[in-house]
């Protein structure tokens, strides 16, 4: 069923007189009498280098959301000034009905401070106007960040430009950007050409017999990497490149193979999700190599830290080969462990070498580390209570919840991820100060990123969707430090400031205020089920009318007739919220389920993913864990249902889970392409049997269908296939009961 963005009504429900809400909140606001009111070409006073980009920014701002002509003058309204004493990133916004003064010591306290301004205009009555107000604002954390994956999937330089304007609007200071991985190389190497000719491409896997998808990849030129470097400082952006060690190297063995352990690697695994055994050796011919690659990664990045990952470093290929086992006895090493740590140490001290500083995924911890480096804590939050406590520096980044490739709801406009959610108010309720650190230790505690890893994040669409509002969440904690957020009271803010990017090209999800419907038998009568993740009222109706703050609330489930019209939306006091609900009651709505909205027997690796081969239209969707394919349809209406439809697909294995893989199990089929079952319950008796033969002569969904025998209304009904292998997996694309 349809779920309306309702952004226009959302908008229209403001009263003309509001202000703004700011995000990321201020230290400390003070409201003054009336309001600084702007002529359509206001002229921004710069008196140096620093501030003449503040006041650009702040004119193009204006410009993309109010339509006004702001232009750098020498005698105008809204004056920059440099004061000393102020902190770092700090400002003072003064507004009155003559004029409005940003002051800030460094370079970002101005930036910062013409954000806010931006944040408080709008245009009412015809004019641009600002409330008078005075602030005094500073942030709690210097690192506020978001990391980009492009290696699995690569985002359009567009798409980035449009991504350091949305944080630079929101405050965020710090993008790492994931350049290299297993599945690609995104930027060129001199002398080192087959990295982008070669290990930049891959094409997608499919399942057997199936055919061949188009390549898909590409690189970013030395050009385009040096426009989004300079693109990114002058919005107070540092970028952070990341250039994955000694793990996570398939893309430079594939391009060149002496760099490995000398183990060949299959066709298409560049093509493969997950954790691969593929790691550099120590010859120093490699590290002469990552030693170019470095000095190329500094060239393009000016910045301090250059991230070299760290993580998932799988040593079986180093334990069975007898040149590593030399190597770690002629160092005197006590084990792979140990041989990372030097190694990670010896491309530690080459950077700071060239007055860099090493950063690492929190892995690097493990087997010693160079004393300066920094670390990401992903694996939880005690890899920086680690770090700080041994004196490194720490950015929180802990998964599940801070990993944007999670899901944020169960509604079907979320694309493809991972299925265990990490929504919106789960990240406001987060405290990045991890407890049991000493004041001297919790300075070591820089702040925080959100990651978004693009495994099955294609476009630069969906990448929007997955990072905002997500990123505000981010965005206020790193600003205004650790306190109680509840999604209810937090929501005007997050919308606000969600609709200013929108005006800037950012796009981002409405799945914390989306209505969930989903429909029910009820004898002669069809339920409808709402459900909001919010906390915030859903107001409906059943006449095909827009729903208001005057209609009912949704309190328990709507018993209605097939062809009623049902409109439902969440209220904010009388503002709809984005995520409008407008469906039409059916009775085989009531009796179908899609896999989203089946329970999954386990959640071992639970994902949600696309058809490859869309016959046409939108590509089909299968919710599954790859390490049980099994679903569930609790108390299902079988009262009358003389059949059973299952729409089926088929999906390639290419999830490297090492000796994992031979843990899962199936039964055994009694046909060559095997068969789907429904059982009673997961462990009753089979209810019908639907073979896959036509099904795996086609690489689309396929719809199979098979009697039911008699139950009784609300009985469990338990799916999954038989099978010889993992590869090809099945999956449920949605479940019919037929009467």
Not at 505 to 510: D, I
Not at 641 to 649: K, L
Not at 660 to 668: A, L
Request: aromatic residues 6%.
């Amino acid at each position: 069923m349809p779920i309306l963005p309702a952004l226009a009504l959302a908008a229209a429900a403001l009263p003309a007189a509001a202000q703004p809400a700011l995000l990321p909140t201020p230290t400390r606001v003070v409201a003054e009498r009336g309001e600084l009111v702007l002529g359509e070409r206001p002229v921004l006073v710069a008196p140096d280098a620093g501030s003449r980009n503040a006041a650009l920014r702040l004119g193009e701002l204006l410009a993309r959301t109010t339509g006004s002509d702001a232009r750098v003058g020498t005698s105008g309204p809204i004056r920059f000034r440099r004061v000393p004493g102020l902190a770092a990133e700090a400002y003072r916004l003064t507004v009155t009905p003559a004029g409005a003064t940003i002051s800030a010591s460094d370079d970002a306290g101005l930036l910062h401070g013409a954000v806010t301004l931006w944040q408080l205009a709008e245009r009412r009555g015809g004019k641009l106007r600002i409330a008078a107000t005075r602030i005094d604002d500073a942030p709690r954390y210097p690192w506020r960040g978001l990391m980009l994956d492009s290696a699995r999937h690569m985002q359009s330089v567009a798409f980035i430009h449009r991504l350091l304007d949305a944080m630079m609007a929101s405050k965020l200071n710090r993008l790492h950007w994931h350049l290299v991985d297993d599945q690609g190389w995104r930027i060129p190497i001199p002398g080192w050409p087959r990295l982008t000719d070669v290990s930049a491409w891959r094409h997608p896997a499919t399942a057997p017999g199936a055919p061949a998808l188009p390549a898909v990849g590409g690189t970013y030129s030395s050009a385009e990497i040096r426009e989004i470097v300079a693109y990114a400082a002058a919005r107070g952006i540092t970028i952070v490149p990341e250039i994955e060690m000694p793990g996570h190297a398939l893309s430079a063995i594939r391009a060149y193979p002496a760099l490995g352990m000398g183990v060949p690697i299959p066709p298409g695994m560049e093509s493969h999700w997950g954790v691969f055994p593929w790691l550099y050796n120590t010859d120093d011919a490699t590290f002469r190599f990552l030693q170019d690659v470095l000095r190329e990664t500094m060239r393009l990045f000016p910045g301090r830290d250059i991230h070299v990952g760290g993580d998932e470093a799988v040593k079986d290929q180093w334990r069975a080969s007898p040149a590593m086992q030399a190597r770690i006895r002629k160092l005197g090493l006590k084990d792979e462990d140990a041989l990372q740590g030097w190694f990670m140490s010896r491309i530690g001290r080459f950077l700071a070498a060239h007055g860099r500083r090493l950063v690492g995924w929190d892995e690097i911890l493990d087997g010693g580390v160079p004393a300066d480096a920094a670390i990401t804590s992903w694996r939880g939050t005690d890899g920086a209570v680690r770090a700080a406590r041994a004196g490194h520096d720490a950015i929180l980044s802990p998964a599940p919840l801070l990993y944007l490739d999670h899901l944020q709801g169960a509604g079907p406009s979320e694309p493809p991820g991972r299925v265990q959610q990490s929504t919106l108010a789960d990240l406001l309720a987060f405290d990045p100060q991890p407890a049991g650190l000493t004041p001297a230790q919790r300075r070591h505690i820089l702040g925080l990123q959100a990651n978004l890893w693009t495994e099955h994040v294609r476009t630069d669409e969906r990448a929007a969707w997955m990072m905002f509002p997500r990123a505000l969440a981010i965005a206020e904690i790193g600003w205004s430090g650790a306190r109680p957020r509840s999604l209810p009271a937090f929501t005007g803010p997050l919308l606000d400031q969600a609709e200013r990017l929108r005006s800037l090209g950012m796009a981002g999800a409405y799945s914390a205020w989306a209505v969930d419907a989903r429909w029910d038998r009820r004898g002669p009568a069809i339920a409808a089920m709402l459900a909001g993740q919010s906390g915030l009222p859903i107001r409906y109706t059943l006449d095909g009318s827009a729903p208001t703050a005057a209609s009912p609330a949704y309190r328990e489930p709507l018993l209605v007739p097939a062809g009623t019209r049902l409109r439902a939306a969440t209220f904010l006091g009388a503002r709809a919220l984005p995520g409008v609900v407008d469906a039409t009651a059916s009775m085989r709505a009531a009796m179908t389920r899609t896999s989203r909205e089946l329970t999954l027997c386990s959640n071992a690796v639970a994902l949600d993913l696309e058809d490859d081969f869309p016959a046409s239209g939108p590509r089909a969707r299968f919710v599954l864990d790859v390490f049980n394919p099994c679903w569930r349809w609790d108390k299902a209406p079988l009262a009358g249902v003389r059949s059973i439809a299952i729409s089926v697909g088929q999906l390639p294995f290419n999830f490297e889970v090492g000796a994992d893989r031979d843990k899962i199990r199936f039964r055994p089929p009694a046909t060559r392409d095997g068969e789907f079952e429904v059982r009673a319950g997961c462990d009753g008796a089979v209810l019908a049997t639907l073979p896959l033969q036509r099904a795996a002569a086609n690489p689309g969904v396929t719809r199979l269908v098979a009697a039911l025998p008699p139950r009784a209304e609300g009985s469990d009904l338990c799916i999954t296939y038989t099978a010889r292998g993992v590869d090809p997996l099945w999956a449920i694309e949605r479940v019919e009961l037929l009467s």
